[in-house]
């Protein structure tokens, strides 16, 4: 007989306090911006052991207004915005032409901790875009070259033989462009901030975007 998936469901434990932390979030002494929050709590999640703590879930809708998500890496975050970066003719490349707004998630479970991202997004100049993927890894660029992100797959004999090359041409281009390769930027206009908390009084701390600055609100778990 297979797994029974519900059964495993029951099994497993939320916030397991062998090896998750659940801090106290005191609101009353919250920074004024988003990012410096974001900035702090990182750290702390890096400093926790949390693996994997740059990556994140990037929701955007196509034409129709249909979701979709997946995980990606973030690139940095500052004034200007959160940033990642994909090709411009991926299907999440295509969303963003068709729908520039998105939302971002972060999870990190080791401190019972999540921020959520929303705003409109915008597409970096293509020589920024060029900078940072060249300052990232042999293996990055080789993934860029590849190319043709999200197009059907004959085979994965085809894709090796297309990612060996583009590892080839990366080891002795270092420098070689990837036009389609695109940095975008999600200025956010919400940003929450979710501390779990063991007796479920979860903490939700929303930052929003107004003409005055950024104003702050507690949202019921």
Partial sequence: MGTDLHELLRSLRVWDPEVTALPAFDTDTAPATPLDLFTTWFAEAVAAGQTEPHTMSLATADEAGMPDVRTVMLHGADADGWAFASHSHSRKGGHLAARPY???????????????????????????????????????LAAALTGRQSQVLGSLGELAQASEAAWEQAQREPGAPVPSWTLYRLRPDEVEFFQGDERRRHVRLNYRRTEGGWAQELLWP
Avoid: M
Avoid at 103 to 124: C, D, E, I, K, S
């Fill in 102 to 140: 998105a939302a971002l998630g972060f999870y990190w479970p080791v401190l019972g901790r999540q921020v959520r991202v929303r705003g409109p997004v915008t597409a970096a100049p293509s020589e920024e875009g060029q900078a940072d993927l060249h300052a990232r890894s042999t293996g990055a």
